[in-house]
């Protein structure tokens, strides 16, 4: 017998369907609105354009196409992470995201991690190209570190990165701490290491602007080793 689909069944999800993902990307745009640019002109232009895009494409009610939730090694650390968010101001971010945590597809991006690093590192995109909420001008999502890790050395080609630090201490290319609301620009093209703290988790929301096609395909590989040591990270 021929299986029956109800005509329901296949109209698209759109964002308006899944209030609880609209609700973190409200959270969102209320990160990239409030945050200090700190003086520079090139964070506060980031962040008008990271808001700007984020506002049309929920005003655009986009559709919404979930993959199978998956975990890694490092969401073990992700309860602790969302517990030092509750003592800080990203409070809100962090809350609407321990939500929708069951249904989180978390990932490693390249097409070889070394093993060390498998076990302390994931990210989930929340929406861009790889979904669920699904745009082509933006990529918006979020990073875990487990305790003492180091995320090797690598550059995104033609993307323009933001790191807002929600839960955790964390240094890029060892040039300083940054805690809760602090915020990093990485132009693109721009060689970035990250190391964290010894004792907690480190969770970070993340922010991609760049063409379409790259998007969707960010190439993501680490730097040769010969390129670190000659910038001496």
């Not at 299986?3 to 308006?16: K, N, S």
């Not at 506002?55 to 009610?61: E, G, K, L, T």
């Not at 010894?198 to 010969?226: H, Q, T």
Request: glycine share 8%; with cysteine; proline share 7%.
């Amino acid at each position: 017998m021929a299986e029956h689909h109800d005509e329901a069944d296949m109209v698209p999800l759109r964002l308006t369907d899944r209030p609880d993902w609209r609700y973190l990307l409200h959270e969102f745009e209320l990160l990239y609105r409030h945050g200090s640019a700190g003086g520079s002109k090139a964070i506060r232009t980031h962040r008008k354009r990271v808001r700007d895009t984020l506002s049309a494409v929920i005003d655009a009610n986009p559709e919404i196409v979930f993959s199978e939730p998956e975990q890694k090694p490092v969401t073990a650390h992700l309860g602790r992470a969302f517990d030092l968010a509750a003592r800080n101001g990203l409070y809100g971010i962090s809350r609407a995201l321990e939500r929708l945590s069951p249904q989180l597809t978390w990932q490693y991006g390249y097409k070889s991690v070394p093993k060390a690093l498998a076990r302390k590192y994931a990210f989930c995109d929340i929406l861009g190209p790889g979904g669920p909420v699904k745009s082509e001008r933006l990529t918006l999502g979020f990073v875990l570190f487990a305790p003492n890790t180091v995320y090797p050395q690598h550059s995104h080609q033609d993307i323009e990165e933001s790191y807002i630090s929600v839960s955790g201490a964390w240094s890029e290319n060892e040039q300083a701490v940054y805690a809760p609301g602090s915020l990093i620009l990485n132009r693109p093209g721009e060689e970035h290491r990250i190391t964290t703290g010894e004792f907690d988790p480190c969770l970070l929301a993340y922010a991609w602007i760049g063409p379409g096609e790259r998007l969707a395909e960010p190439g993501m590989k680490f730097s040769k080793v010969r390129k670190r040591v000659e910038r001496g990270i």
